[in-house]
């Protein structure tokens, strides 16, 4: 028995499938049991079908055949992760959770999920990267209100330079939904963005991979596998070795308070912020604030101020606006951190207590 075999053993009794319908359409995903009795993880772009199902049918199949029906505990658009519960479930096997922030890159990473509908298949690779944070188009996003470029509408920007986001969520349709049957890796137009800090791994993810499980090599959830890299044509949009996962550290504290209080909090800084990069005579990268903080608000209250340029936050490298804003969604409300930015050559560092934003 080699490594892999032996993960997949392990954790494949603890990974579902999960197919949903409604009024508007119907698809396929993946999910991770979390209690002997029911409670699974996924995400909320599956269990809405990406906001087009407000009350969606889901049938849940765990890896020894059983069928469940499952109703909606709680999701959150932020985190794109939602918690569902099985009817009548005992006797499950809950997933163990790693601790994603001792991760390196080149670590063993293996998915197990249902790639267009086919349940428990097993893939493996290595983590590609780390703190890596994506933008994603999302129907069930709110319209956040800071961390971002927004428009005069007060609605979020494609990429801050009029670009769409070459990263998508996927879930899997099933035949006659798109159109000419077969497999269909369209998805719904998105009225907003969502920014995740994500863990990128070559291990293969394809469309109805989304809410499965990122293992190591002790088969230990790593990640909750989220979104791929996409080409931007429909043909072509299935594994091209660029796929991204929520951390697990992010998904236990998610799942916990959805599970406890319906709904999480995410941490608010409140302020406008672009791309250092992209600003006139720029020399540097960061999160460069737009605007004048929100007063009141968390930065204001560090004593930021517009034109500074945010470099690093809670211990990790700020490259753009959509590095904060994944790091900054990723902590819940009120936490206490520091973060690191630039004004007039000279770099400092403060304290900044986040506000909240409820998911």
Same mark, same amino acid.
């Given at each position: ?40 993880? #996924? %995400?909320?772009? $599956?269990?809405? *079908?990406?906001?087009? /199902?407000?009350?969606? &049918?889901?049938?849940?199949? =765990? ?59 097993? #893939? %493996?690779?290595? $983590?590609?990267? *780390?703190?890596?944070? /994506?933008?994603?188009? &999302?129907?069930?996003?709110? =319209? ?216």
């Amino acid at each position: 028995m080699n490594q892999i075999t032996a993960v997949a053993a392990k954790a494949s009794p603890s990974v579902v499938t999960i197919s949903v319908s409604g009024s508007n359409g119907a698809g396929t995903g993946s999910g991770i049991i979390l209690s002997d009795d029911g409670y699974v993880l #996924t %995400n909320t772009h $599956v269990v809405t *079908l990406d906001g087009e /199902i407000a009350d969606p &049918s889901i049938q849940v199949k =765990t890896a020894d055949g059983h069928l469940y029906a499952a109703t909606v505990v709680g999701t959150d658009p932020l985190s794109d992760l939602a918690v569902i519960k099985l009817t009548d479930a005992s006797g499950l096997t809950p997933l163990e959770f790693a601790d994603s922030d001792e991760l390196n890159v080149g670590d063993t990473a293996i998915a197990i999920g249902a790639p267009l509908g086919l349940s428990g298949t097993v #893939t %493996n690779g290595i $983590v590609s990267a *780390l703190n890596r944070s /994506i933008d994603v188009a &999302s129907s069930a996003a709110p =319209t956040t209100p800071d961390d971002s470029t927004e428009g005069d509408d007060g609605s979020q920007g494609d990429q801050g330079d009029g670009s769409q986001s070459p990263f998508d969520f996927f879930f899997d349709l099933p035949e006659g939904e798109c159109g000419e049957g077969g497999e269909s890796q369209q998805q719904p137009t998105a009225t907003s963005q969502v920014s995740l800090p994500v863990i990128q791994t070559d291990a293969a993810i394809n469309p109805g991979n989304s809410g499965g499980a990122l293992l190591d090599s002790e088969g230990k959830l790593i990640g909750v596998n989220v979104a791929i890299l996409s080409t931007g044509s429909s043909a072509e949009s299935g594994n091209i070795g660029v796929g991204f996962a929520v951390p697990s550290n992010l998904a236990k504290r998610v799942a916990e308070e959805i599970i406890d209080n319906g709904a999480a909090t995410h941490g608010l800084l409140g302020a406008s912020v672009t791309s250092a990069e992209t600003a006139e005579g720029s020399d540097s990268v960061g999160a460069l604030i737009a605007d004048t903080p929100v007063d009141g608000g968390a930065a204001a209250g560090a004593g930021l101020e517009q034109g500074d340029v945010i470099t690093e936050f809670n211990g990790v490298p700020i490259t753009d606006q959509t590095d904060l804003t994944a790091q900054v969604r990723a902590l819940p409300g009120g936490t206490k951190t520091t973060l690191t930015y630039t004004r007039d050559g000279e770099s400092k560092t403060v304290d900044v207590t986040l506000g909240t934003f409820e998911g």
